[in-house]
């Protein structure tokens, strides 16, 4: 079995099995078809989705917000210091964090979100549906599982983090995939820059982040109540403007 089938990759909506063209309820040339699909649209490694699909299904969630007008969240994740890890331990080392952050990805986010790995240590997670409450919390949740879980290597075990940038595309404030890229790697270097381990975005008006007691209740049996109920409030950033980047500035696979 591939990487990409056991890591439990779900498929894009935009997929659909071939049905059988003898009505037969297994067909292995489908099956073949489609371990073929997954095998061109998944990451070798960490059987996390590759960037030429990140990009098809950006352009796909971005479309479907200007339709259904509900907002579409953008999660960048880089690890801290992931070049040390490679020059004391080695690659095989790296490899190893880069596999067990993938799988910390997955079980922190939702089958629905699409899980990215953008390219080295850095990666991408697309959130549809998604307004910018929410998707704090899936990052602070990813953030901390990745600080909290050790990984286990010959020799000892490495306690690694993650900065986290995340943007918003909506029906008032719609971006280009790019522009929506841009803002989202924008905050992730701000957290970078204000010590790493934290999560930035930009902050809406106050009376925008007001949450009532109905949606924190959601929130909370929504994630299983793993984190506590000030969670959400705990914002992180300095919600300083953005410029938006040059819509031809996708990055090189």
């Known amino acids: 079995m591939s990487d990409a089938t056991s890591s439990g990759q779900s498929h894009s909506s935009n997929q659909t099995i071939p049905a059988c063209p003898v009505g037969e309820l297994s067909c292995p040339f489908i099956d073949e078809v489609q371990l073929l699909r997954e095998q061109v649209a998944t990451d070798p490694l960490t059987g996390l989705y590759n960037l030429r699909h990140f990009r098809e299904a950006l352009e796909q969630e971005l479309e479907r917000t200007q339709r259904t007008l509900m907002s579409t969240a953008l999660m960048m994740v880089d690890l801290d210091h992931f070049k040390s890890i490679n020059d004391t331990w080695g690659h095989p080392a ?112 106050m009376a925008e982040t007001a949450v009532s007691g109905d949606e924190k209740s959601l929130l909370h049996d929504l994630f299983g109540g793993a984190d506590s109920q000030d969670d959400a409030d705990d914002f992180i950033g300095d919600g300083e403007e953005f410029m938006a980047a040059d819509d031809n500035a996708w990055p090189e696979e």
Do not use: W
């Open 94 to 205: 790296g490899d190893e964090v880069l596999k067990q952050t993938a799988r910390l990805i997955r079980e922190s986010t939702r089958k629905l979100d699409v899980q990215c790995r953008y390219g080295g240590e850095e990666f991408v997670i697309i959130l549809p549906s998604t307004e910018l409450m929410l998707a704090v919390q899936v990052a602070e949740r990813l953030r901390e599982n990745i600080a909290s879980t050790l990984v286990r290597i010959d020799g000892g075990e490495l306690q690694i983090t993650a900065s986290i940038g995340l943007a918003l595309h909506s029906a008032q404030q719609p971006h280009s995939a790019s522009s929506l890229i841009g803002m989202a790697d924008h905050y992730l270097y701000q957290a970078k820059r204000q010590g790493r381990n934290q999560v930035c975005f930009e902050h809406p008006d």
